[in-house]
């Protein structure tokens, strides 16, 4: 694992432009108002050769009575306990206030290195007002410029002399990457805090908590990988705040960037459109898709229930009946495990290959069981099958006439696919060449 890098402060000071300066995208939040940020939002840099991983916190904002403000500083101290080194941004333009000699005491407490930057020096006056923040008493203090990009080179030659040394074998390992997806307040940051053991991320009644896309590094039996929680997708209409948005937009790419994603529903209000387009949307991308029910303990239920629920969720999935189902209780710690075992199984079938000899011994005596109805006079014959060396299943099949194979028929064979080779959860896309 690469070493961490927490950057702290109260609100408004630049740590999240700072962030995205050093991961080179947009990928936390920024708005020109405080308390944007609220959880903790993880990057990877690389600098002279070392990698290492990027935390940018919510505001520190101390006595407060505002609910996020509280969770906020309790996502600070636990950044601080993950981080190697710590980043404590200030403002030079605002200068020294109250909130930096609290945060101040927090970190004379820890023995970890401590890194005092003076962010928003755009000139010579405000980098010379940077000078007061000594009085914290926590060694040199490096003005920089989040925006412009001043200084921040100076700045983290002296970080990466700080780091410890790390694994090349661990840097470059791959994970598997499983983002969980739904709509706001179905539970996803209760799940993934559940399998963590602790509050990775601020759970909260207020639907819509979670704005960023949260990423989490997990080990379940051995098996290592990339766990993400996202904010919830709104319908487009709902969507009408630049930061509800950009939350959307950031959910969205996180499913493009995952091999899994795990669905999650409210069973409450059982599977509606705005779920179906959060499948289809994985669908279009060939992600491997696990559908979980949260909140089954909430349901009166008798022996029938679990089959006629899933029944009723088929059908609304149609034709796509190859994604598992699991009811499951985050609230109960029910089945939690086992969802995460079957992502991790999905993202095993997305990445099988079937040798060509085994796929035509199986599929040719089906088609020649079976073969493809005639179309316009033409004698229809698959004479070969072959797995394309794409990153989803794609399979190839070459016929005399394959413009004349309709849909039905396409659909049978998928269908063949799956019942002989699996690929549960998991997309499969069927091509049709000239042969």
Same mark, same amino acid.
């Given at each position: ?9 109260r #609100? ?21 108002? #405080? ?41 600070? /101290? ?20 109250? /909130? ?18 003076s =962010? ?10 940077s000078?007061d ?6 060694? =040199? ?6 925006? !412009? ?6 700045l ?15 840097e470059?390992?791959?994970? #598997?990457? +499983?983002?969980?997806?739904?709509? %706001? ?30 990423? !989490? ?18 319908? &487009? ?11 959307v ?10 091999d ?15 779920d179906? =387009? ?37 059908d ?7 994604i ?23 993202y095993?079938?997305? =990445?099988?290959?079937? !040798? ?21 006079? &033409?004698?229809?014959? +698959? ?24 849909? %039905?028929?396409?659909n ?7 019942? /002989? ?9 069927l ?5």
């Amino acid at each position: 694992m690469s070493s961490i890098i927490a950057i702290i402060g109260r #609100p408004n000071v630049g740590k999240s432009t700072f962030f995205n300066r050093l991961v080179e995208k947009r990928k936390a939040i920024t708005e020109n108002e #405080p308390g944007i940020t609220r959880d903790r939002q993880y990057g990877t840099c690389e600098w002279n050769g070392k990698n290492f991983t990027i935390i940018d916190t919510g505001g520190y904002v101390n006595n407060s009575a505002d609910i996020f403000e509280k969770e906020i500083k309790s996502q600070i /101290h636990i950044a601080i306990k993950e981080a190697d080194v710590i980043l404590f941004m200030v403002d030079s333009k605002v200068g020294l206030t109250g /909130h930096e000699q609290d945060i101040a005491d927090i970190l004379r407490k820890n023995k970890k290195p401590i890194f005092l930057i003076s =962010n928003k020096s755009d000139n010579y006056n405000y980098d010379l007002y940077s000078n007061d923040f000594y009085k914290l008493g926590l060694g =040199n203090v490096y003005p920089i410029s989040s925006i !412009s990009g001043y200084g921040t080179g100076e700045l983290l030659d002296e970080v990466v002399k700080v780091l410890p040394s790390q694994s090349e074998n661990e840097e470059n390992e791959n994970y #598997p990457k +499983i983002s969980i997806l739904g709509r %706001p307040n179905v539970g996803k940051s209760s799940f993934l805090n559940v399998l963590l053991g602790n509050d990775r991320t601020i759970v909260t009644p207020i639907a819509g908590t979670t704005r960023d896309s949260i990423n !989490s590094f997990y080990n379940l039996f051995g098996k290592n990988f990339i766990i993400t929680d996202t904010a919830g997708i709104r319908k &487009k209409a709902k969507v009408n705040e630049n930061i509800e948005f950009y939350s959307v937009m950031r959910s969205l790419k996180a499913l493009q960037e995952s091999d899994v994603c795990i669905i999650l529903v409210d069973a409450q209000q059982s599977l509606e459109s705005q779920d179906l =387009n959060i499948i289809s949307y994985a669908q279009k991308n060939k992600k491997g898709i696990l559908l979980l029910i949260n909140k089954w303990d909430l349901i009166e239920k008798d022996h029938t229930t679990i089959k006629e629920f899933k029944k009723l969720i088929l059908d609304k999935l149609a034709p796509a009946t190859y994604i598992p189902i699991i009811f499951v209780s985050v609230l109960n710690k029910l089945r939690i495990h086992k969802a995460v075992n079957k992502a991790l199984d999905i993202y095993s079938e997305r =990445n099988k290959r079937i !040798s060509t000899s085994e796929l035509n011994s199986v599929m040719l005596e089906i088609i020649n069981k079976y073969p493809p109805p005639s179309n316009k006079g &033409k004698y229809i014959k +698959i004479k070969y099958i072959t797995q394309l060396p794409t990153k989803t299943p794609t399979f190839a099949f070459f016929s005399n006439f394959p413009q004349y194979i309709k849909q %039905p028929y396409k659909n049978y064979l998928e269908n063949q696919l799956r019942k /002989h080779f699996g690929f549960e959860g998991v997309p499969i896309s069927l091509v049709f060449r000239k042969k």
